[in-house]
């Protein structure tokens, strides 16, 4: 060690209040690694065990009631908070139509409130309101209104086995309206 390092280091050892004699190597020891253990995630808290997903565990003992975004409902939402028609709501139920109406007010697509409750275990959707549509929701629906374009979106953008974000549908849709209102434009 050249006498600069040295002397750097005495002066840290000093400021960290240890003795000089810790850097002499017959006072050095070997120190035993740290036992790590992870933090207990809910999963453990619960005794999910690893060989099945920790979710399709939790859903079969009534933890969650996993849902997945059906953007025929999307849409019939949003017309339905337009015109207050809810009869197209009907024939879902409850827990279902409040899903999605909580993704159209995560969206920004309507105002609203759903109200459910969470006993710990299930998540229960209760009831919902819709105030009122917001200017997103209202391209938004503009973009999916006309049934001849919503049905091409099934074949070609909604598909079963494509993937798929709402920003991707909403350029596509809008894309085909363009071409309906303009078809002397080429396609943009």
């Not at 909580?102 to 459910?116: N, R, Y």
């Not at 549908?169 to 943009?188: G, H, N, S, V």
Request: charged share 20%; hydrophobic share 40%.
């Amino acid at each position: 060690m050249d006498e600069l390092s040295g002397a750097v280091l005495s002066h840290t050892l000093a400021l960290m209040h240890l003795p000089q004699s810790s850097m002499d190597p017959k006072f050095q020891r070997q120190i035993p690694p740290a036992k790590v253990s992870k933090p207990p995630t809910i999963a453990d808290s619960l005794g999910v065990q690893q060989e099945t997903s920790v979710l399709q565990q939790l859903a079969n003992r009534g933890f969650l009631n996993p849902m997945k975004r059906d953007m025929d409902l999307i849409r019939a939402v949003l017309m339905t908070a337009e015109d207050e028609n809810h009869e197209r709501l009907e024939s879902h139920s409850l827990d279902v139509v409040c899903f999605h109406v909580q993704l159209c007010i995560d969206a920004q697509f309507v105002e609203g409130k759903v109200v459910s409750d969470f006993d710990g275990r299930t998540l229960t959707w209760e009831s919902y309101a819709v105030m009122r549509l917001t200017w997103l929701g209202s391209d938004a629906l503009d973009a999916m209104r006309d049934a001849t374009i919503w049905n091409k979106a099934h074949q070609h953008v909604l598909k079963p086995t494509a993937s798929w974000t709402f920003s991707l549908l909403f350029d596509w849709l809008k894309a085909e309206a363009r071409q309906r209102i303009f078809p002397q434009l080429p396609p943009t």
